[in-house]
């Protein structure tokens, strides 16, 4: 999908942010607040998650543990340029940058984006009959209504899979199980951010997320949907994030670039 490849950004405030996209999407989903990131002083990358842009067999292949490795990856790069590196996900980036705060002391501070630690509905039950051993029969599920995107244009140019892979939703279960037994490690500063009207992550997860990582802030958005990083409160978002990162993952070297 050539709208959702991977970006770089280079900046000049000898930080480093990466920024991960959710399940099923790419870093199309990200790229604006990657943007408004990288506008303000920061260098960032936006990887594409393995499995992710191009094609639901891909998808079906990889585990959650090859997630995790890519944004494993990107930090020690960027650890090699920069003085400090932040992780920021939405959805399923939003579990990998928990799960890496929480396993990476050297990750600065970490923003959550409507990361789910569990689902309901269809999505919900499917994953707990795969993970028992059901439902061999069925591939995947179609992705009714699209990306969960209040902003009706910004829906349609959304690049991502139209359908779920069985096997692959119960990776998502499996993730949310094990960042959920793990946010009580988080040390670094972390925010919180997930719209009220979220239909793919409940909003209640926000709170257990925040309550386990003593989250210096939180902030339930009134009129977006779950792709919060570029929907219609999408400023809001960056703001929020950047302001998160120039308090706890601020340059420690004055405005230097990341090393070449």
Not at 91 to 101: D, I, M, N, V
Not at 121 to 136: F, H, I, K, S, Y
Request: charged share 25%; aromatic share 4%.
């Amino acid at each position: 999908m050539a709208a959702g490849e991977r970006f770089e950004l280079d900046g000049d405030n000898g930080v480093g942010v990466i920024c991960s996209h959710g399940f099923t999407g790419t870093p199309q989903s990200i790229r604006y607040l990657g943007d408004r990131i990288h506008e303000a002083g920061f260098t960032v990358r936006g990887p594409r998650l393995p499995g992710h842009g191009t094609s639901l067999e891909d998808l079906d292949r990889v585990t959650w543990q090859d997630w995790a490795e890519a944004i494993d990856r990107e930090l020690d790069a960027l650890l090699k340029r920069c003085d400090r590196v932040a992780v920021v996900g939405q959805s399923l980036g939003g579990l990998l940058a928990l799960h890496l705060a929480a396993n990476r002391p050297e990750v600065a501070a970490v923003a959550s984006l409507a990361a789910p630690l569990w689902v309901d509905g269809l999505a919900g039950r499917v994953a707990r009959a795969v993970e028992r051993g059901g439902l061999r029969w069925l591939k995947s599920l179609p992705k009714l209504g699209g990306a969960d995107v209040r902003d009706k244009s910004i829906r349609r140019e959304m690049t991502g899979y139209r359908a779920f892979p069985v096997r692959a939703i119960a990776q998502m279960a499996a993730i949310m199980r094990a960042v959920d037994g793990e946010l009580a490690q988080i040390r670094q500063p972390v925010l919180v951010l997930h719209a009220e009207h979220d239909h793919v992550a409940p909003v209640a997860c926000a709170s257990r997320i925040a309550a386990a990582t003593r989250a210096v802030r939180t902030r339930i958005l009134p009129r977006s949907y779950h792709l919060i990083a570029v929907d219609i409160e999408r400023d809001v978002v960056a703001a929020e994030v950047i302001d998160f990162l120039r308090r706890h993952a601020g340059a420690t070297r004055g405005d230097v670039a990341c090393a070449m």
